[in-house]
């Protein structure tokens, strides 16, 4: 019984730290620190609470294996959104933000001096 008390209180302190992970501002670490956290809880519950760590050998690889296609899985997942191309659209189109409360962003361009933009340059006066 100590036993099962003794998981329950590591996964009520990982539970805990899942809460103070998410309330840091860990940036792009933030995503991987709460995979790792559940990665532990679901393998306590599974080794402990489903009793894997007391079958055969064949049990504990089936889970390892199983834990491996995740994390490919996973890993592959965030390749492919850190990979993506910078969308074209202006920021307050998908933000509701104008672009001028976005330091980073390129500034406007205008049409070197002399030369028209489109609109019809209006005749001189004589």
Known sequence: MKR???????????????????????????????????????????????????????????????LLFVAVLVTFTVLDVRTRFVPVMPQEAYTGVPEEAFPEAPPVRSAPAGQQTGAKAEPEAR
């Not at 329950?8 to 539970?15: G, Q, V």
């Not at 670490?29 to 559940?38: G, N």
């Not at 532990?40 to 080794?47: G, Y």
């Open 4 to 66: 099962y008390v003794f998981i329950w209180l590591a996964l009520l302190t990982l539970t805990g730290a899942t809460v103070g992970v998410a309330s840091l501002n860990l940036g792009d670490w933030a995503l991987a620190a709460a995979l790792i956290i559940a990665a532990i809880k679901a393998t306590l519950v599974a080794l402990f609470f489903m009793h894997l760590l007391e079958q055969r050998a064949s049990y504990r690889v089936a889970l390892v294996v199983s």
